[in-house]
């Protein structure tokens, strides 16, 4: 039972390297679905088997084991090994409610003080503008959804350029790709070998935004220009919108920029990569699954329900 639940807890020690390799391989709408969905389900699987690791560390003190109404001794490993791992999982699982409630909080200040400023502003149609020194540029999920733009941002622009980061943020709009960037930074806080996961989570919500953009706008290179000017603009300038709010800023824009400018290429064969990714996915799962199901026969075996 305890081998089986330290599986959840190191495979997402592998998922960074092949996230990585997923956003080359794959298609960026492709490999923007498969790693999130993978960092979701390996970030769960993790969180159940601490909290499972917990469970076996509470029913083995007495006043637990009367609580479960255990009338047998619970038969897991040795205490040597059980006791330490449930105080670790309780050590774990606190930082990570901490970090995590100290994150939603401070997002949640940044997502209503970037409203109230979209609010301020005039508004043409979906378009906010922001009077501030501070170029910035970015889409702002809400009803209605928003794309908010200063003027500073505005005045470093030409127009064609305006259009082709609007229609860059418009994409994030459509694609809904805040709620990637919030499972993203949900997973990174319930696993640390998750948190290079969602840098690459972010880069492939900028990719598919990319390639969106060029296909509505008819000019790979324009869109490539805007990304680059506009990140020139904002190198310099602290950031005041919250980490979901996506903005075409984000992220390695060199790398960005030169596959705007590179040719448009059918994505490469990723058989490997979308493989590995399943299998990590379903050991995790049928490891968490498998291991809490064991415990719960034991539990039951020691309250006398089951015959060993």
């Not at 990585?20 to 960092?39: E, H, I, K, S, Y």
């Not at 040795?78 to 309780?90: I, K, N, R, Y």
């Not at 040719?263 to 990714?277: K, N």
Request: proline share 7%.
């Amino acid at each position: 039972m305890t081998a089986l639940l330290l599986l959840p807890l190191l495979l997402p020690f592998a998922l960074p390297a092949l996230a990585r390799r997923a956003l080359d391989r794959f298609a960026p709408v492709a490999a923007l679905w498969a790693v999130t969905v993978c960092a979701v389900v390996l970030a769960g699987c993790s969180l159940a088997a601490l909290g499972a690791f917990v469970l076996i560390g509470l029913l083995k003190l007495p006043l637990f084991a009367a609580l479960g109404e255990l009338v047998r001794p619970l038969h897991t490993a040795s205490d040597l090994v059980v006791l330490p791992a449930a105080a670790t999982s309780v050590g774990v699982l606190a930082v990570c409610g901490w970090t995590l409630v100290r994150s939603a909080l401070h997002q949640t200040r940044a997502f209503r003080a970037a409203r109230t400023q979209a609010g301020r502003g005039p508004a043409a149609g979906d378009l906010c503008v922001v009077d501030s020194p501070r170029p910035d540029a970015y889409a702002l999920p809400g009803r209605p959804h928003r794309i908010v733009v200063t003027t500073a941002m505005l005045r470093s622009l030409d127009g064609r350029e305006r259009e082709a980061l609007f229609a860059h943020e418009r994409a994030h709009n459509d694609g809904g790709h805040h709620y990637f960037l919030v499972a993203a930074e949900l997973a990174a806080h319930c696993h640390p070998a998750l948190r290079p996961v969602r840098e690459t989570i972010r880069l492939a919500v900028e990719r598919v935004a990319d390639e969106a953009a060029a296909a509505r706008v008819g000019d790979r290179r324009l869109i490539a220009r805007a990304i680059a000017r506009a990140a020139l603009a904002v190198q310099s300038t602290p950031r005041e919108r919250p980490d979901f709010a996506p903005a075409a800023t984000t992220g390695p824009v060199p790398q960005r920029v030169q596959a705007l400018l590179a040719a448009p290429r059918a994505p490469r064969t990723g058989r490997t990569i979308a493989a590995l990714l399943l299998v990590c996915t379903v050991v995790s799962c049928g490891a968490s699954a498998t291991g809490m199901a064991d415990f719960h026969h034991r539990v039951e075996i020691a309250q006398g329900d089951e015959t060993p």
